[in-house]
Nanobody
Framework: QVQLVESGGGLVQAGGSLRLSCAAS????????IDWFRQAPGKEREFVAAISWNGGSTNYADSVKGRFTISRDNAKNTVYLQMGSLKPEDTAVYYC?????????????????????WGQGTQVTVSS
């Protein structure tokens, strides 16, 4: 049974930092691209960041570029999202998603149905 489990969310003041983790089990982790999405109340789920199977390629939404960093540790089957200079508009439930892909280079955001697995999400709240 495949599981993606997000953790690390919480309440933080504007300007602060958080590190989210996405721990995977039940799949050949190194064969998967992992993305982070987020969904704020009343809004559609949106792409945040992506990382290729080996960590060699990454992509970010313009809204988080320069503030967030995605990374992975294939030995631990875990992807991280380091979030800095947080803003109230970053408040959302953050989800990780996995898609089998050994593609490198540019990682375009995909449609949600194109991902093989999703986690349950972790809440991030940024207070002003």
């Amino acid at each position: 049974q495949v599981q993606l489990v997000e953790s690390g969310g919480g309440l933080v003041q504007a300007g602060g930092s958080l590190r989210l983790s996405c721990a995977a089990s039940g799949l050949t982790f190194r064969s998967y691209r992992i993305d982070w999405f987020r969904q704020a109340p009343g809004k559609e789920r949106e792409f945040v960041a992506a990382i290729s199977w080996n960590g060699g390629s990454t992509n970010y939404a313009d809204s988080v570029k320069g503030r967030f960093t995605i990374s992975r540790d294939n030995a631990k089957n875990t992807v991280y999202l380091q979030m800095g200079s947080l803003k109230p508009e970053d408040t959302a439930v953050y989800y990780c998603a996995a898609r089998m892909s050994t593609r490198l280079g540019y990682l375009p955001p995909l449609y949600q149905y194109e991902y093989d697995y999703w986690g349950q999400g972790t809440q991030v709240t940024v207070s002003s």
